[in-house]
């Protein structure tokens, strides 16, 4: 029977890397961006005779994580080695877990949508194949570099239930878990430096159906924006092949960008393929109730509660609450300039737009800047308060965070110091009115937007210092 549509089911196996000193199995350390092979021992190199000793802060991240996302943690684990050749892993196995991982039965929840998680596992990282030639791929490259830098890098798979049904709820369950993950400290997750990877398994069903078709597995996509893109190419790909009575066949296909299709790389491998079996090198893990419940007494509030607590509490936006919950380090500046006084819809109207523009120049967050929450809370009650005009709270906020100083005194020095002197606003009033005859006419003739114009004419005369609000009743006042 030929169906014209179809229902998308989406899982993802999200790898993230760990921000630990150290890698999984040795000492050397973990850190982006070393020349190349310059962070690698015995150990992480797989040669003969070396043994690799667990790194005890990577497991106890892991079940910060998975208490995080609401898993049960094991109180047994252990690790087993998966078998396949590959020239970026040393060992030709890696350390991963298999039948026994330490979290599982976790979710993220998403508007109005709950995702399942199957499991979290701990794993050791591969290294970095770099195929030189015109191309960038193995295919038609002259030769291939590799960095063992990442070999050995302390690494969680997180691998979600089929729970999704279309590209914007994979690329919401994304940005939701790197919240989370970012938020408890575990990981930077920069997907552009691959610290936040992902890999989409991607099929199709006729609408009603409960069975699990064919599926197709997406790599190498390294942004939030291809996540999307990718599995909305992968869906379409697979609706023309049905619609046309064609048969899906499970292989593991490659995101390209430039051309936005999914290219076929190799079949898929099942399990069976990577001969599991425990690695004799290392202890089973024990992970004690009592460490758990530790765990989850240390737990901050997490982003989503937190933001829902700004929505009821200071009338936010969904999507104001939101941006503002992108980071702890954001999240805390705001709490702290609410504690200085400073109205919670101004200040998050400052943080999410003037404060993130600079920050996003910068390339930082605004904890890394010199503006501080005191600061911030006192140029919005000078704004507030009429002393100075947006535009010269703009031209603070900017100063301060790239130089800091006091506020007070940068009204001064900058001369942002807004004029509400009546009598002096009054003359510059009956000035435009005699300059502007066309506005004057235009308005009083039922044209609301030629008040805005001659608002913005005395606003030129006073080079911007003019309080606009004082300027308006003037004008309306002048024009009866």
Wanted: negative net charge; charged residues 25%.
């Amino acid at each position: 029977m030929m169906v014209d549509q179809f229902e998308t089911v989406i899982g993802l196996e999200v790898h993230v890397e760990l921000a630990t000193e150290s890698k999984l199995f040795c000492a050397c350390p973990n850190q982006f961006g070393a020349p190349p092979n310059t962070q690698v021992c015995p150990v992480c190199l797989g040669l003969p005779g070396t043994l690799p000793v667990v790194n005890r802060r990577a497991v106890e991240m892991l079940v910060l994580a998975g208490r995080a996302t609401g898993c049960a943690i094991a109180e047994f684990s252990k690790f087993d080695r998966k078998n396949y050749f590959y020239p970026d892993m040393p060992k030709n196995y890696q350390i991963s877990q298999y039948d026994l991982p330490l979290a599982s039965g976790g979710h993220i929840d998403l508007e109005g949508k709950r995702v399942g998680i199957t499991r979290i596992h701990l794993e050791e990282d591969t290294g970095k194949s770099t195929h030189m030639g015109a191309s960038g791929r193995l295919g038609g490259s002259d030769f291939t570099l590799v960095d063992y830098n990442r070999a050995g890098v302390p690494l969680l798979e997180i691998v979600s239930e089929p729970d999704m049904r279309s590209p914007d709820e994979a690329h919401d369950y994304m940005v939701a878990l790197r919240d989370i993950l970012r938020w408890i400290g575990v990981s930077d997750c920069k997907m552009e430096q691959g610290s936040l990877r992902c890999d989409a398994n991607v099929s199709i069903r006729p609408p009603g159906s409960e069975k699990l078709e064919t599926r197709t597995e997406i790599k190498n996509m390294n942004s939030f924006k291809s996540v999307r893109a990718a599995i909305a190419s992968e869906v379409e790909r697979q609706t023309a092949i049905r619609r046309e009575g064609g048969r899906i066949i499970q292989e593991t296909r490659g995101w390209d960008e430039a051309r936005g299709v999914t290219i076929s790389m190799r079949s898929k491998e099942e399990a069976q393929d990577y001969r599991y079996f425990p690695d004799p090198d290392l202890l089973p893990l024990t992970i004690p109730r009592e460490r758990i419940a530790e765990v989850d007494r240390s737990l901050p509030e997490l982003p989503a509660a937190r933001a829902r607590r700004y929505q009821q509490s200071f009338g936010l936006s969904g999507g104001e609450a939101g941006l503002l919950v992108q980071s702890l380090a954001l999240s805390e500046f705001f709490e702290q300039t609410l504690a200085r006084g400073a109205d919670p819809k101004a200040a998050c109207n400052w943080l999410n737009n003037e404060v993130a523009r600079l920050a996003g120049e910068a390339g930082h967050g605004v904890e890394e800047s010199k503006l501080t929450p005191t600061a911030l809370a006192e140029v919005i009650a000078q704004v507030s308060g009429g002393t100075v005009s947006n535009r010269g709270g703009r031209t603070m906020v900017e100063h301060l965070f790239k130089q800091g100083g006091d506020p007070a005194a940068l009204v001064r020095e900058l001369g942002l110091a807004q004029v509400s002197d009546r009598d002096g606003l009054l003359v510059e009033v009956r000035a435009v009115i005699d300059e502007q005859p066309t506005a004057v006419s235009e308005y009083r003739s039922g044209k609301e937007k030629a008040l805005n114009s001659l608002v913005g004419q005395v606003m030129k005369r006073t080079r911007g210092k003019a309080n606009p609000e004082l300027v308006k009743q003037l004008l309306l006042e002048a024009l009866g």
